[in-house]
């Protein structure tokens, strides 16, 4: 065990990777073997964070014999001694993931202070203020970030300080008032934690390395994890440097950079400068950076090779950079170097120039823009600047992308008529249902009190590429009273409210919207790229011709979903429906479907003329009946009214259709199996609708009828009987050499395991893996937000399995039935049609499974032609 190398020096470390030594220690490794000065220093690896965790979160003693092997390098290097009485060696400590990870800890400064040591620093510097100064920041920093007590009091003691003396600046505060300050950090310390401040810098590097292995598991961390798809078992390493001083006087300084403007892209550099100060100044907020001209004007020859370095590193790197750096009495030292944070837009901008500059080709600049957030470029986002400045008021799930401000509005009845009003509202709801279409179109964005991920808002908000928060259980929405309960705070009708779906967060007031800007050509060009390289192909998932036009401009080559029970929720046809639902024979059912159909067929026709040349998959109805009864008393007298029926027979009925658990109850195929009429109506419309628009435009549409929730070979057969009966006969009365195909969804494990069974009847098959994952896991769709946080929180998940395949398990049904359907049917053309086919890592998984599409909601087409061209770039398929 001894033997093994935990503990790297940088000059060592070279070529180890970021798996290992972390982005920091990976980024100091690089800039050492590159030759950028930094101050000397090592980094324990991440493996020594799970043996952390596995001592009882201890460091075995063997590590510490490595790390104290490694300060007595930095000693050598530097000539200078830890906790010694001349010379000392001061040091800083930093965590640093494989990922960046700004929810985890702090750095500390200065480490290595006590009473003889920072005697020893005033001497040798000559300069007692700027020692008593590090002294008294390393206490407060070591007693906030290492030992996790608030700064509060310690702050409050410095600024009653300063307000007692009339100061405005830190840098006012004299040499005793320092000492001062200094022995009340310590009698502070003393009080809270029983026990005297560690003199011994050895201690004092112990517990701050133990400290940053800690804040692996604080909650700010597994937050940022969950949010960015980090796994636990990362881990993160420690960075420990010899400290560079920015506070030594007006020679020296301290400052970030960014090679070039994060916000926008442009090829300028874009830095900070905060003479005679140390980076937790500016990070704190104490004191407000200058403008980079402010270190030309003082120091042009340390500003030149400033620039110039910072060139180095970008064309090293070739990617924009972010980099920290301080000057001490004159001498420029880079702390740490990163592939920079860029917004969208200025990632889009970046990767076109870098392939311009020669610095990185085609398929690199596809892979450096990230996929999660490409989305954000599509829609309207609140003002950033503005969010900045205001707090939220509650928090949901991030459900459909953009930003709404609007009254708030608690039907979607108000929701219609206050916008036709001219007013922009928000529709906030307990839960939504199909009822609550109109009010989601009318609406600027939605809130809900529960439902998830694949919740209906969920997932009709993001077909609409509406806003929508959803889960928001901060949020008592009482819709009889009309009152909004945010902790103690009502909120009616009048009042506004903002919706970020980019965040999930809620904020009281309007706040500013402001477009995205995609006129600059970079978009199309990047696209472009994309589209040259994926394998897979994009479809969406879409109802209406809005939708469907949507996409295409959006890049979509057809409808890989077409769920046709949202084509009823328009007022008058879910009036029809309802007919049908309460009809008591085979024949008052066709009646009522016949209303239907002709409004169905136009849909049909619709659809095909927006795509064109591309396939429209049209999936037979799907949710059970019951969704589609009313729950008002007013709705179910005007329905007992048109049916000719008591109202006491539309509630039995109503009571008849309840389900105690739907999800898994009569819905899907087994609508087609029971009520056959339902499947030959929209068969009828599906085929006659291409029939007429093939005859319009003498192109022959290809239609494709999708049958859900199949189980097995013999219930495919027996459904596809009924659509094959009715589809032959229309054909060969239209005189027109039409194909169909018909193939089902898999989404039941069954059917995943009996895939080469299936594939005799099916021509193609589509994973919904909205259902697939709901039947695999037990976990219901409607309630699983409820206990899924508990998951999380103990590390049994890491991420919504309904958002992003979860490919142990889901993942292995999905390989099979792949594997067992092609057996059968070498030619089945296979996509996926759930929420995850606009997820990137599913895309990748899907990519690799050989799967031929993704279909998704038409505001994630371009990150999912994006994501399979990565995965196509990272993972290319034998051809
Ligand atoms: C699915 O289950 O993944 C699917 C696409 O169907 P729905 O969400 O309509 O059940
Ligand atoms: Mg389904």
């Not at 190398?5 to 220690?25: M, P, S, T």
């Not at 901060?474 to 103690?488: F, K, L, N, S």
């Not at 089902?744 to 893996?769: N, Q, V, Y």
Request: charged share 25%; net charge negative; with cysteine.
């Amino acid at each position: 065990m001894a033997e093994k190398k935990y503990v790297y020096a940088f000059e060592d470390a070279h070529g180890l990777g970021r798996e290992l030594l972390g982005g920091k220690g990976a980024g100091l490794a690089e800039m050492t073997h590159i030759g950028v000065r930094i101050p000397e220093g090592f980094t324990i690896t991440t493996e020594v964070c799970a043996l952390f965790y596995e001592s009882g979160k201890k460091l075995p003693e063997y590590i510490v014999e490595q790390i104290f092997e490694a300060v007595k390098v930095i000693e050598k290097k530097t000539g200078k001694v830890f906790g010694g009485s001349h010379n000392p060696l001061l040091v800083s400590v930093r965590s640093g993931a494989r990922a960046s990870m700004p929810g985890m800890m702090d750095t500390i400064l200065n480490l290595g202070l006590n009473d003889e040591t920072v005697a020893a620093l005033a001497k040798e510097t000559g300069n007692e203020r700027f020692a008593m100064d590090s002294f008294r920041r390393f206490i407060l920093m070591f007693t906030n970030i290492a030992k996790g007590h608030s700064r509060e009091e310690m702050d409050k003691m410095l600024a009653d300080l300063k307000e007692k003396n009339g100061y405005k600046l830190d840098t006012e505060v004299t040499t005793e008032q320092l000492k001062d300050l200094v022995t009340r950090y310590k009698a502070y310390y003393k009080k809270t934690f029983g026990e005297d401040f560690p003199s011994d810098p050895k201690e004092q590097l112990l517990v701050a390395v133990s400290a940053v292995f800690k804040s692996w598991d604080n909650p700010r961390a597994n937050v940022y994890r969950m949010m960015n798809n980090i796994p636990y078992s990362w881990g993160t390493a420690v960075n420990v440097q010899s400290m560079a001083f920015g506070n030594k006087g007006e020679t020296s300084g301290t400052g970030v950079a960014f090679s070039r403007d994060p916000a926008t892209g442009e090829n300028k550099i874009s830095a900070e400068y905060l003479p005679n100060a140390q980076g937790e100044d500016v990070v704190a907020g104490i004191r407000t950076p200058l403008h980079i001209d402010e270190l030309k004007a003082r120091m042009p020859k340390v500003y030149d090779e400033f620039v110039k370095t910072i060139k180095i590193m970008e064309n090293h790197y070739r990617d924009m950079q972010d980099m920290e750096f301080t000057v001490e009495d004159g001498v420029l030292y880079f702390l740490q170097t990163r592939n920079g944070k860029r917004t969208p837009a200025a990632a889009l901008k970046i990767a076109c120039d870098l392939v311009d500059e020669g610095l990185i080709n085609e398929k690199e600049a596809v892979c450096r823009i990230d996929a999660m957030s490409f989305d954000k470029l599509l829609l309207p986002g609140f003002d950033k600047q503005v969010l900045k400045e205001t707090t939220p008021i509650a928090k949901g799930l991030a459900a459909g992308p953009g930003a709404g401000t609007g009254a708030i509005a608690f039907t979607a009845e108000e929701a219609e008529a206050r916008k036709k009003a001219g007013e922009k509202v928000i529709l906030v709801r307990a839960e939504t249902s199909p009822e609550d279409i109109v009010g989601m179109v009318a609406a600027q964005g939605i809130l809900t009190m529960r439902g998830g991920m694949t919740s209906h808002a969920a997932v009709v908000a993001r077909g609409m590429g509406k806003c929508c928060v959803c889960g928001c259980s901060a949020a008592i929405v009482d819709e009889h009273a009309r009152t909004v309960t945010i902790g103690d705070k009502v909120y009616t009708d009048k009042d506004v409210i903002s919706v970020d779906g980019n965040t999930g967060n809620v904020y009281f007031g309007s706040i500013k919207t402001v477009e995205p800007d995609l006129t600059a050509g970079y978009f199309g060009r990047l696209m472009s790229w994309v589209d040259e390289y994926r394998d897979l192909k994009v479809r969406t998932n879409a109802d209406t011709p809005l939708d469907a036009k949507q996409a295409k401009i959006f890049g979509a080559q057809g409808i890989g979903l077409c769920r046709t029970e949202h084509m009823f929720f328009a007022k008058d046809r879910i009036f029809s429906m309802r007919k049908m639902i309460l009809a008591d024979t085979v024949e008052e059912r066709e009646a009522a479907l016949a209303e239907i159909e002709p409004m169905q067929q136009s849909d049909f026709e619709s659809l095909y003329e927006v795509m064109g040349d591309f396939n429209v998959n049209v999936r037979l109805l799907d949710p059970p009946l019951h969704e589609f009864l009313p729950q008002e008393e007013g709705l179910i007298e005007e329905l007992a009214l048109a049916t000719k029926k008591t109202v006491q027979q539309v509630k039995d009925r109503i009571a008849e259709l309840h389900e105690a658990n739907p999800m898994m109850g009569h819905r899907g195929c087994r609508l087609a199996v029971t009520y056959p009429e339902i499947c030959r109506m929209q068969t009828s419309a599906i085929i006659k609708a291409a029939i007429n628009v093939s005859k319009k435009t003498g192109k022959l549409v290809e239609p494709e009828i999708m049958v859900p929730l199949i189980l097995e070979e013999k219930e495919l057969k027996f459904v596809k009987n009924i659509i094959c009966q009715v589809a032959d006969e229309l054909i060969a009365t239209s005189g027109l050499n039409m194909k169909y195909h018909v193939g089902t969804m898999i989404e039941i494990p069954r059917a995943a395991l009996l895939s080469d069974e299936i594939a005799k009847e099916a021509e193609f098959f589509s994973f919904g893996t909205n259902d697939l994952t709901q039947m695999t896991f037990g976990f219901s769709r409607d309630d699983a937000g409820k206990f899924l946080p508990a998951y999380y929180e103990n590390k049994i998940l890491e991420e919504d399995p309904f958002k992003t395949l979860d490919q142990n398990g889901v993942g292995k049904l999905i390989t099979l039935s792949v594997k067992l359907g092609r057996a059968t049917r070498p030619n089945l053309h296979i996509g996926v049609c759930g929420e995850t086919g606009g997820d990137p890592k599913s895309i990748e998984f899907y990519h690799k499974v050989g799967l031929d599409y993704v279909s998704c909601s038409p505001f994630r087409v371009p990150v999912a032609r994006l994501a399979a061209a990565q995965a196509a770039i990272l993972f290319p398929r034998k051809k």
